[in-house]
């Protein structure tokens, strides 16, 4: 069964970092390519930065040369450092496939970024 477990959010003045982690079922892990999301509160969720299963990594302008997406096979878990908060960084981060049909949506980890 496919499932996905983000942890490591919480609350960081601006300028600060976070390392997000996701735990990924081993079937969706193996076989797909991962992407971090975000929603903030009225907001439409949006992709962050994905990953292929090579490792090759694409950015949203807005997190660019902020933020890192990295996978560690031996553990099925995808990895998010984001440095340079900023206040617009506020959201719950979600993992998920970045493209074609995704997997049910984890609880998400919520990211304040406030001084």
């Known amino acids: 069964q496919v499932q996905f477990v983000e942890s490591g959010g919480g609350l960081v003045q601006p300028g600060g970092s976070l390392r997000l982690s996701c735990a990924a079922s081993g079937s969706i892990y193996s076989h797909s390519a991962l992407a971090w999301y975000r929603q903030a509160p009225g907001k439409h969720r949006e992709l962050v930065a994905s990953?292929?299963?090579?490792?090759?990594?694409n950015y949203a302008d807005s997190v660019k040369g902020r933020f890192t997406i990295s996978r560690d096979s031996a553990k099925n878990t995808l990895y998010l450092q984001m440095n340079s908060l900023k206040p617009d960084d506020s959201a719950v981060y979600y993992c998920?496939?970045?493209?074609?049909?995704?997997?049910?949506w984890g609880q998400g980890t919520q990211v304040t970024v406030s001084s």
């Open positions: 998920n496939k970045p493209t074609g049909v995704k997997g049910p």
């Open positions: 990953i292929t299963r090579g490792g090759s990594a």
